[in-house]
């Protein structure tokens, strides 16, 4: 495969911008890229409430066949110059598996590539967007009861997501794996053995279940992270393990595409040798 990004989101994101498909497309064009996949956050499950304050952690459910249909379009408008993939980025929502399999089932079929990941965690009948913003993380700590608790339920949630039967279009990559670090220059984990620790053991499950990983580069730019999604460190334990790094700028703009790229390249490369 020549220079890919596997995670980039698009006008459809409701967080985002409403950079058109083709600026993406003319921008990875120009940045040398040869394939790109899009990946907006697919609806959240029937009968979840977004616990965002502005409520728009996802596509809406009456916007998602016009996505997939403009992409339809947009993927031969540009089959000479750039391959393109039709996705969604999934959440796994502790407790809402039956429902997020039954949307797989559904539109499963019509998907070139998916991601599935980890946003919102769950406490008691109470659900966190954990990287929404600092003030919401704090509220998360205050409810766990520390910051340890938070990323202990961080990686269990994510554990869930990788052992959770959800059907046979069940996406095989695991989204930015380390998101809980989102906001660690001001909540960092107490333990960084304990946080290793639970991430080796992920990696452990990733490669038992023949998973790949989105190496998502969006935390180089995120103030309080500076460093990707995994770590460089954790990356390359992942090579070792035989586990394929997918490189993602999980870009919302795109200008944003190729975030974090030089600084990745030499783990990615490492994992072709």
């Given amino acids: 495969m020549g220079k890919h990004d596997g995670h980039v989101h698009t006008p459809f994101c409701p967080h985002g911008t409403k950079d058109s498909f083709d600026a993406y497309c003319?921008?990875?064009?120009?940045?040398?890229?040869?394939?790109?996949?899009?990946?907006?956050?697919?609806?959240?499950p029937k009968g979840f409430t977004d616990p965002t304050p502005a409520q728009d952690s996802s596509i809406g459910w009456n916007e998602l066949d016009d996505y997939i249909h403009t992409l339809s379009s947009i993927k031969?408008?540009?089959?000479?110059?750039?391959?393109?993939?039709?996705?969604?980025?999934?959440?796994?929502?502790?407790g809402f598996e039956e429902e997020i399999c039954t949307f797989l089932n559904?539109?499963?079929?019509l998907l070139d590539d998916s991601l599935l990941s980890v946003h919102f965690l769950k406490h008691s009948d109470r659900y966190f967007c954990i990287d929404y913003s600092p003030d919401v993380f704090a509220v998360a700590i205050r409810t766990f009861g520390s910051i340890q608790a938070v990323y202990d339920a961080y990686y269990r949630t994510l554990e869930r997501s990788i052992?959770?039967?959800?059907?046979?279009?069940?996406?095989?990559?695991?989204?930015h794996m380390t998101l809980v670090n989102k906001f660690q220059k001001k909540?960092?984990?107490?333990?960084?053995?304990?946080?290793k620790k639970s991430q080796l053991e992920i990696l452990q499950l990733v490669k038992k279940h023949g998973y790949s990983l989105d190496y998502n580069g969006a935390g180089f730019i995120k103030p309080l992270c500076g460093e990707s999604y995994p770590p460089e460190s954790i990356a390359k334990?992942?090579?070792?393990?035989?586990?394929?790094?997918?490189?993602?700028?999980?870009?919302?703009?795109?200008?944003?595409?190729?975030?974090?790229?030089?600084?990745?390249?030499?783990t990615l490369k490492n994992q072709d040798e």
């Fill in 106 to 109: 559904e539109y499963g079929p």
């Fill in 26 to 44: 003319e921008r990875a064009i120009s940045l040398g890229f040869t394939s790109l996949s899009f990946t907006e956050h697919a609806p959240l």
């Fill in 76 to 94: 031969k408008a540009y089959r000479d110059q750039l391959t393109i993939y039709i996705g969604l980025e999934v959440d796994f929502i502790e």
């Fill in 187 to 195: 909540f960092p984990a107490p333990s960084t053995e304990h946080q």
């Fill in 163 to 175: 052992t959770s039967e959800l059907g046979p279009y069940k996406p095989k990559r695991i989204g």
């Fill in 237 to 266: 334990e992942a090579v070792a393990l035989g586990i394929p790094l997918i490189y993602g700028s999980d870009a919302h703009q795109a200008k944003a595409l190729a975030t974090g790229w030089e600084q990745m390249t030499p």
